[in-house]
């Protein structure tokens, strides 16, 4: 069960904004840029995010209907920015996994109180702009 939407939008309204400017800087955070399927408009999502060698896994705490993931999904891909890092995302696959076998073992405990098991799995095609 994901967190509720209401929570979401005073994340996206509130919360993202603030943390923004620094959340790529925080170790296993970083921002999902995604354009809108209906404004076309450039968006910058604050995500919890687990980057492997040629993957990068999302821990959707929202659950799949979030904004973002309907975005990236639309458009078959996104950028991921991190700690001056940018790579261009593809072959996006949706999955849950009650067992969060993608995610560290610490946060696993945190996504399992919150009860959130879905997640978005992407390729790293290559480096970003």
Not at 1 to 8: K, S, T
Not at 13 to 25: A, D, F, Q, S
Not at 82 to 93: E, I, K, M, P
Request: charge should be positive; charged fraction near 20%; hydrophobic fraction near 45%.
């Amino acid at each position: 069960m994901p967190l509720p939407r209401v929570l979401g939008r005073f994340n996206r309204r509130v919360t993202n904004r603030v943390l923004g400017p620094i959340v790529g800087r925080l170790p296993g955070f970083g921002q999902v840029v995604h354009v809108g399927r209906r404004s076309g408009q450039e968006y910058r999502t604050p995500v919890l995010a687990f980057r492997r060698p040629k993957r990068v896994t999302f821990a959707l705490t929202y659950g799949a209907a979030a904004d973002w993931v309907q975005n990236v999904l639309a458009a078959g891909g996104c950028r991921f920015e991190t700690r001056s890092t940018s790579v261009v995302l593809t072959d996006a696959r949706l999955y849950r996994d009650p067992s969060g076998r993608a995610v560290p073992a610490p946060v696993r405990v945190v996504l399992a109180a919150l009860r959130a098991d879905e997640f978005l799995e992407m390729a790293i095609a290559s480096p970003g702009p």
